[in-house]
C-alpha cells in the first residue's frame, strides 16, 4: 500500500529565504507525482506536475524533482514570499493514474 | 475553461435531511473524484468515475450515494449525516493516466 510522508511537517521562515519541502513514498511504480498549494479552508491548486519519467519541472521561483528510485521528490521555492504561506501537499498517483495519495502536507509561513 | 466549480460553497445540515453537492466541469476531463477532507488533514479518496462510470468506491458508508448524470457533472448525494461527517468535500478532475488533477474549491459541510 503507498504511503507519502512529507517532511517537515510545518515550517517558518524570514522572507526572502530560498527553502526546501520534502516527500517520500513507499512504492516507486507512480505514474506522476503532483504539487499542489492549499490556503486556509480552500481547495487546492496545482503547482507543478512530474510525469513518471522525468526528473524535474519548473515554474516562476518553484522547482520540483523527482527521484522515482529512491521514492522522493522535493519542492523547491526561492525567495519566498509572505503569499507564499499556505500548505503544500504532495500527492502521487498511482499506474492506473486514477488513484492519487496524498501527503499529510508542510505548512509554511513566511514572515514578512 | 479550465475550472472545476462546486456548488454550495458552504451547507449546514441536520442529521435527518437529504441534501446534494453538485460538482461541474467543462474540460472534457474523463475521470471525475470526490474527495473529503477533515481540518490539518490530507485529502481522502471516496468515490472515482470514468467515462461516467464508478470505478472506485472506498469504502465509503451508504449514507453517501455519488451520481455522474454525464462527463461534465458530478454529484455527490447526502443523507442521515452523522456530525463527524462534517468536513470540506472536494471534487476533482483529470484526463487519467499521467495527467495530473485539477480540484474546485470545495464544499464545507457541517451536520447538526
Known amino acids: 500500500k503507498q504511503e507519502v510522508t512529507q517532511i517537515p511537517a510545518a515550517l517558518s521562515v524570514p522572507e526572502g529565504e530560498n527553502l526546501v519541502l520534502n516527500c517520500s513514498f513507499t512504492?516507486?511504480?507512480?505514474?506522476?507525482l503532483q504539487w499542489f498549494r492549499q490556503d486556509p479552508g480552500k481547495g487546492l491548486t496545482s503547482l507543478l506536475l512530474i510525469q513518471s519519467s522525468q526528473r524535474e519541472q519548473t515554474s516562476g521561483r518553484l522547482n520540483a524533482s523527482l527521484d522515482k528510485s529512491s521514492g522522493r521528490s522535493t519542492l523547491y521555492i526561492a525567495a519566498s514570499q509572505p503569499g507564499d504561506s499556505a500548505t503544500y501537499l504532495c500527492?502521487?498517483?498511482?499506474?492506473?493514474?486514477?488513484?492519487?495519495?496524498f501527503g499529510a502536507g508542510t505548512r509554511l509561513f513566511v514572515k514578512a | 475553461d479550465t475550472e472545476v466549480t462546486q456548488t454550495p460553497k458552504h451547507l449546514v445540515m441536520g442529521m435527518t435531511n437529504k441534501k446534494s453537492l453538485k460538482c461541474e466541469q467543462h474540460m472534457g476531463h474523463r475521470a471525475m473524484y470526490w474527495y473529503k477532507q477533515k481540518a490539518k488533514k490530507p485529502p481522502e479518496l471516496m468515490f472515482v468515475y470514468s467515462y461516467e462510470k464508478l470505478s472506485i468506491n472506498e469504502s465509503v458508508p451508504s449514507r453517501f450515494s455519488p451520481e455522474c448524470p454525464n462527463s461534465s457533472l458530478l454529484n455527490l448525494h447526502l443523507h442521515a449525516l452523522q456530525p463527524e461527517d462534517s468536513a470540506l468535500y472536494l471534487c476533482a478532475s483529470s484526463q487519467g493516466g499521467t495527467y495530473g488533477y485539477t480540484f474546485g474549491s470545495g464544499t464545507r459541510l457541517t451536520v447538526v
Open positions: 512504492d516507486s511504480a507512480i505514474y506522476n
Open positions: 500527492a502521487v498517483a498511482d499506474t492506473g493514474g486514477f488513484k492519487t495519495i
